[in-house]
């Protein structure tokens, strides 16, 4: 053929039929297989027409773009093409008005062909078809394509890309699905609208409903805006069904604060048309040690998103911390997210160190706005998950007064939170269900318990089978706690300090149960009880140490834990010191060789600090 100068040539829209295409007019296809007599080429997903050999004008390999003319179209359909080779071209897109179904509205639409503008959040490759999640400005679901048992269909399809698709509404197994005939993703003017439409939409609806509080709070009304703006994160997370891996601190304040977000985000999911199972594989909430994420924690969230990522299409994760994420003892595991490119998001109460925002997204945490951590993680994470579903607000209502008396929090929320369920809930079973929490945990290890868990904070309703447990494990647990302190106190060493306080110090590497609940921690924590029963309105400081830790527990001195960690990390060399925790109840590690001279230098800086 010769060459054609000033052509213009066709690139046909998705939905284009055999009626959008003229005989004459030049178009842009891609070769989709060969033939003795000719080449095959696919105008759109829907159209493709047989160039023959007498009509090629040189090689091509498949997937290859090339310019045809339609010499022909049949009766039968068939179109005859011919190979064109314009030095000078413009590209024009030739649409087809189609009516574009929403996501959110395929149950009235099953047994029905549809078209769908959307965005691929998923593509998951089985055995038999090809399952594609898409996401518009309405909601998501899943699309099957199918070419042959276990083969990938529409390669050229990623993750992220902005699609047409058309196919019959089906329900599987429950569940809707769009049987898939045609996939094209969108490109250039198409695409960016389709995307600005999607975009524009999900900020919308990612938006918190504008509710009160449950309790009056000069604290958390500050805090409204940081818990909006980590609320609409993770709604629009869901709406376009990105993972979501929450990180908390294994005890009855960091478990409250992650149920009761878990609650909300699930309950969002079952909304969005997710069944419980695909709910639970999108949201995986994971207990740390630590109140801090640790290198082991980011390592064991990677591994899991990778393979995702790797074998089912997933998007990477959004990383949720509570009860911890605030501190300086992050930033390791926050490096190495940050590499991978996993948003993070912190809701916390420990001592804010100010270089941790430049690795997160958001932050929510009391001393933003000159609160303290008296503010527990469980009030902030209630809140925060009533933003995100407002509809389990009566269903977590109780879990701050848990994480209040929980964290031993002497602040005026605690006895606000504890006001409004006194129905339902009196002082002392909050206290218990703390000590139930912390108990099964402990046992539990690193797993999340999800229905014991649920069972523990009356989640589910059957009141009786709660009151039953929550007596088993406290009692468990006070006898455990009794049989510590019997072994315990006695080798508890008094000394006063040059500030007036009281400091108590026991090995609880050789004078307690180890490997048991109570751990080194709480009952470190038994012992202050204890000990500040026994020395009413006096400053006391308890210290228990290991060979190489040691945990603080402070009434009525006025310590700042993360900055005497970091003094002793400077001032003692060769310490290997490290820790931190809230300004009067923390803990800090360092190398066993260097434990006197760690432990002298920690007690001469208790006491140095101001009383009461």
């Known amino acids: 053929m010769a060459n054609q100068e000033d052509t213009i040539i066709?690139?046909?829209?998705?939905?284009?039929?055999?009626?959008?295409?003229?005989?004459?007019?030049?178009?842009?296809?891609?070769?989709?297989?060969?033939?003795?007599?000719?080449?095959?080429?696919?105008?759109?997903?829907?159209?493709?027409?047989?160039?023959?050999?007498?009509?090629?004008?040189?090689?091509?390999?498949?997937?290859?773009?090339i310019f045809v003319k339609v010499i022909n179209i049949r009766n039968n359909g068939n179109i005859d093409l011919a190979e064109v080779l314009p030095r000078v071209y413009r590209l024009e897109t030739v649409t087809r008005q189609v009516r574009v179904t929403?996501?959110?509205?395929?149950?009235?639409?099953?047994?029905?062909?549809?078209?769908?503008?959307?965005?691929?959040?998923?593509?998951?490759?089985?055995?038999?078809?090809?399952?594609?999640?898409?996401?518009?400005?309405?909601?998501?679901?899943?699309?099957?394509?199918?070419?042959?048992?276990?083969?990938?269909?529409?390669?050229?399809?990623?993750?992220?890309?902005?699609?047409?698709?058309?196919?019959?509404?089906m329900r599987r197994q429950n569940q809707l699905q769009i049987e898939v005939s045609s996939m094209e993703a969108l490109t250039g003017e198409d695409a960016q609208r389709v995307h600005d439409r999607i975009e524009a939409a999900l900020d919308a609806r990612a938006e918190p409903a504008d509710i009160p509080l449950l309790i009056e709070?000069?604290?958390?009304?500050?805090?409204?805006?940081?818990?909006?703006?980590?609320?609409?994160?993770?709604?629009?997370?869901?709406?376009?069904?990105?993972?979501?891996?929450?990180?908390?601190?294994?005890?009855?304040?960091?478990?409250?604060?992650?149920?009761?977000?878990?609650?909300?985000?699930?309950?969002?999911m079952r909304e969005e048309g997710d069944d419980l199972d695909t709910a639970y594989y999108l949201f995986k909430r994971s207990p740390s040690?630590?109140?801090?994420?640790?290198?082991?924690?980011?390592?064991?969230?990677?591994?899991?998103?990778?393979?995702?990522?790797?074998?089912?299409?997933?998007?990477?994760p959004l990383i949720v911390l509570m009860d911890n994420g605030s501190t300086e003892e992050d930033l390791p595991s926050m490096k190495m997210a940050r590499i991978y490119s996993l948003p993070m998001i912190v809701v916390d109460h420990h001592h804010p160190d100010a270089?941790?925002?430049?690795?997160?997204?958001?932050?929510?945490?009391?001393?933003?706005?000159?609160?303290?951590?008296?503010?527990?993680?469980?009030?902030?994470?209630?809140?925060?998950?009533?933003?995100?579903?407002?509809?389990?607000?009566?269903?977590?209502?109780?879990?701050?007064?848990?994480?209040g008396v929980g964290d031993r929090s002497e602040a005026p929320e605690r006895q606000r939170y504890l006001d409004l369920i006194a129905e339902d809930y009196s002082e002392q079973e909050c206290?218990?269900?703390?000590?139930?929490?912390?108990?099964?945990?402990?046992?539990?290890?690193?797993?999340?318990?999800?229905?014991?868990?649920?069972?523990?904070?009356?989640?589910?309703?059957?009141?009786?089978?709660?009151?039953?447990l929550i007596g088993l494990l406290v009692e468990s647990a006070n006898a455990a706690i009794e049989e510590q302190m019997a072994a315990s106190m006695p080798h508890v060493v008094e000394e006063r300090l040059p500030n007036g306080a009281y400091l108590f110090r026991i090995d609880v590497e050789i004078f307690a149960h180890r490997f048991t609940f109570p751990p080194p921690g709480k009952t470190s924590g038994e012992i202050h009880d204890r000990l500040c029963r026994q020395h009413p309105g006096e400053p006391v400081v308890t210290l228990g140490f290991g060979p190489d830790f040691a945990v603080l527990r402070s009434r009525g001195v006025l310590m700042n834990i993360p900055r005497m960690v970091r003094e002793l990390h400077d001032e003692i060399t060769g310490g290997g010191i490290s820790g931190g925790g809230h300004l009067v109840v923390g803990s800090i590690k360092f190398v066993e060789g260097m434990r006197e001279a760690s432990l002298n230098g920690l007690i001469e800086k208790i006491g140095q600090a101001p009383v009461e």
């Open 10 to 65: 066709y690139s046909l829209g998705p939905n284009c039929g055999i009626g959008e295409i003229e005989e004459g007019k030049t178009y842009a296809g891609t070769v989709q297989g060969f033939a003795n007599f000719g080449t095959f080429v696919q105008l759109n997903a829907r159209l493709k027409g047989l160039i023959h050999k007498s009509n090629m004008v040189q090689e091509h390999q498949e997937r290859e773009q």
């Open 102 to 169: 929403k996501m959110g509205d395929l149950s009235s639409q099953v047994g029905r062909s549809v078209t769908l503008e959307a965005s691929v959040a998923q593509i998951k490759q089985t055995s038999g078809p090809t399952i594609f999640t898409l996401v518009d400005e309405s909601g998501s679901g899943n699309a099957a394509a199918f070419i042959e048992a276990g083969v990938r269909a529409y390669p050229e399809i990623e993750l992220g890309s902005t699609v047409m698709v058309s196919g019959e509404v």
């Open 217 to 268: 709070s000069d604290v958390l009304e500050r805090l409204r805006p940081a818990m909006r703006t980590v609320a609409k994160m993770i709604r629009r997370a869901v709406f376009e069904a990105q993972p979501i891996i929450l990180r908390h601190h294994a005890d009855a304040d960091g478990i409250s604060a992650a149920v009761a977000v878990e609650q909300a985000v699930i309950a969002l």
């Open 289 to 316: 040690k630590a109140p801090f994420y640790e290198i082991e924690d980011i390592t064991r969230d990677l591994d899991f998103a990778l393979k995702d990522h790797e074998r089912f299409g997933q998007k990477m």
């Open 355 to 403: 270089i941790v925002d430049e690795y997160v997204i958001a932050h929510v945490n009391p001393y933003h706005v000159g609160g303290d951590f008296g503010v527990t993680a469980g009030m902030l994470g209630t809140e925060v998950a009533r933003l995100i579903n407002p509809k389990v607000s009566d269903a977590i209502r109780h879990l701050p007064a848990v994480a």
């Open 431 to 468: 206290k218990d269900i703390a000590l139930a929490l912390d108990y099964e945990q402990f046992w539990l290890r690193f797993n999340d318990g999800r229905e014991l868990i649920k069972d523990i904070l009356n989640l589910k309703g059957n009141r009786d089978l709660h009151k039953n």
